[in-house]
């Protein structure tokens, strides 16, 4: 469904010859949550709407499919690991089974032993009545031991029990999770899909000139943003990447040309949080999967210590994320339609920066990544980027 509906937006987009995106929150406000699934024809058609406007309701249409994004990638991580918890209970609970049955099985060897050798005489009268009282005394021993070992049998035959019961009750517990995150995953898929379809039907509204003037309309919103955030000092001189953050970095600008899918967590092609969790994977230092865990759960940073392979995290409910490259520039997968590339630290409303590595030296030696000829061709917003 997902690359039907990303075929559809493409083909809108492409059809005028430019990819289209919301302006930044430095030319168009920031809408609020959005609760309908069809663009808002309150303002009139879209030939009635001004660019501003058009732009507004992309803009609400796209952070409305990027949180449910967001929720389908949360849910699909989750199902990852419940996975590999019933795989790992399935493997518990099989082990278990087997010790309960050669706990059972030494249980009858004593029990036959004891039946043959008939022990039922204790010690002392066997003593009392043996021609070789010395064999009699290790006779008793031995019966000793045997009572002891069968006293250690059944101990292990109960706890096998008990571990058994426990780890069956545990995996039919962690099936019926995997199911229930299965079955939200696919509510999920479809509401991502529904959202899209929204996005689809309002391009496909759009004239070619109206296209073409909401691209314009956007790169300039861009610069714009891009020079204000440069003039207020955010940003202070170049700091080196520690060497997890080389390789975080020398990675992702690896990825540079390849497209947006949502969900995607390459290596064909990725969503804007699949880039960066992956970017750290292959640096060794493996991060949470989605855009608001990373931000919730990594060491957050100001915008003045950036330095390359520190995740830069966009929007209030931190629904989009970029990768640090150096230079007010980051390596990001912008939003459906798109693809991986180099855009301006600004080109959406920046929430703040976080951190990977927090122990990570910086490099004395730093040569930053030759960029691909087109590192930067397309859209640089990604207000319809799901992470």
Not at 35 to 50: H, I, L, V, W
Not at 281 to 295: C, F, L, N
Request: net charge positive.
């Amino acid at each position: 469904m997902s690359g039907r509906l990303l075929r559809l937006v493409c083909t809108a987009a492409v059809a005028a010859g430019t990819l289209l995106a919301p302006t930044p929150a430095a030319a168009v406000p920031d809408p609020g949550p959005g609760t309908g699934t069809r663009a808002d024809t309150s303002a009139g058609t879209a030939g009635q709407r001004s660019v501003a406007q058009l732009l507004t309701d992309l803009q609400r249409l796209y952070r409305d499919a990027e949180r449910a994004t967001e929720t389908y990638n949360a849910t699909a991580d989750k199902l990852k690991k419940q996975r590999a918890e019933v795989t790992r209970l399935d493997s518990d609970l099989a082990q278990a089974r087997l010790s309960l049955h050669d706990s059972r099985g030494e249980a009858g060897r004593l029990a036959r032993q004891q039946y043959q050798g008939s022990d039922e005489i204790s010690s002392y009268v066997r003593l009392l009545l043996a021609r070789d009282p010395q064999h009699a005394l290790d006779q008793g021993h031995v019966l000793g031991q045997l009572s002891l070992e069968r006293a250690e049998t059944v101990q292990r035959v109960t706890g096998s029990e008990k571990r058994t019961e426990t780890l069956a009750l545990a995996a039919r517990k962690a099936l019926d999770t995997q199911l229930g995150l299965a079955e939200r995953q696919k509510k999920d898929r479809d509401d991502v899909s529904k959202r899209l379809d929204a996005v689809q039907d309002l391009l496909a509204s759009l004239t070619a000139d109206q296209l073409a003037e909401l691209d314009r309309f956007e790169k300039s919103g861009v610069a714009e943003a891009q020079k204000k955030f440069l003039a207020s000092g955010s940003l202070s001189s170049a700091k080196p990447p520690s060497r997890e953050g080389e390789k975080a970095v020398r990675y992702a600008v690896r990825q540079i040309g390849k497209p947006y899918v949502w969900g995607a967590e390459g290596p064909k092609s990725y969503d804007c949080s699949g880039l960066t969790s992956q970017a750290w994977v292959h640096a060794g230092d493996p991060i949470p999967r989605t855009s608001q865990e990373q931000w919730a759960r990594l060491p957050r940073i100001p915008l003045s210590e950036l330095r390359p392979g520190d995740l830069v995290i966009y929007f209030p409910e931190a629904t989009h994320v970029a990768l640090y490259l150096g230079d007010g520039m980051v390596v990001q997968a912008p939003r459906p339609g798109t693809n991986v590339k180099v855009s301006p630290i600004a080109a959406n409303p920046l929430l703040g920066a976080v951190r990977p590595d927090p122990a990570g030296k910086p490099l004395r030696h730093y040569t930053p990544p030759k960029l691909p000829a087109p590192a930067t061709k397309g859209s640089d917003t990604g207000n319809n980027r799901t992470s």
